[in-house]
């Protein structure tokens, strides 16, 4: 059973940096044909998919987000990071990772719970 899990800061002020982990186990992020994805929900709003990175380490963003977003991973601890640069209030949303596949894995068969984040001074 694939299992993921994201950690990181609840609250950040507007204008600093947010930094997201997500864990995973039963699977290896290294496993071919796989896309290991941060979506987040705003409050009242739909998901919103934020960018993705192979298991070659490819990245993938949305053309919104990409100037200020990177998404690495560490192979050795199985996890990937979402880094998302001078936050605002607009920021704030439960963010998820998960796994997908087929093109740019936009296909999802495994979610984290999601983690709330917020932006608020």
């Known amino acids: 059973q694939v299992q993921l899990r994201e950690s990181g800061p609840g609250l950040v002020k507007p204008s600093q940096g947010l930094s997201l982990t997500c864990n995973v186990s039963?699977?290896?992020?290294?496993?071919?044909?796989?896309?290991w994805t941060w979506i987040r929900q705003p409050p009242g709003k739909g998901l919103e998919w934020m960018g993705t990175i192979t298991s070659t380490g490819r990245t993938y963003y949305s053309p919104s987000l990409k100037s200020r977003t990177s998404i690495s991973k560490d192979t050795s601890r199985n996890q990937f990071t979402l880094q998302l640069w001078a936050v605002t209030p607009e920021d704030t949303a439960v963010y998820y990772c998960a796994r997908g596949w087929g093109f740019l894995g936009i296909t999802i068969d495994y979610w984290g719970r999601g983690t709330q984040f917020t932006a608020s001074s």
């Open positions: 039963g699977a290896s992020i290294t496993m071919n044909d796989y896309f």
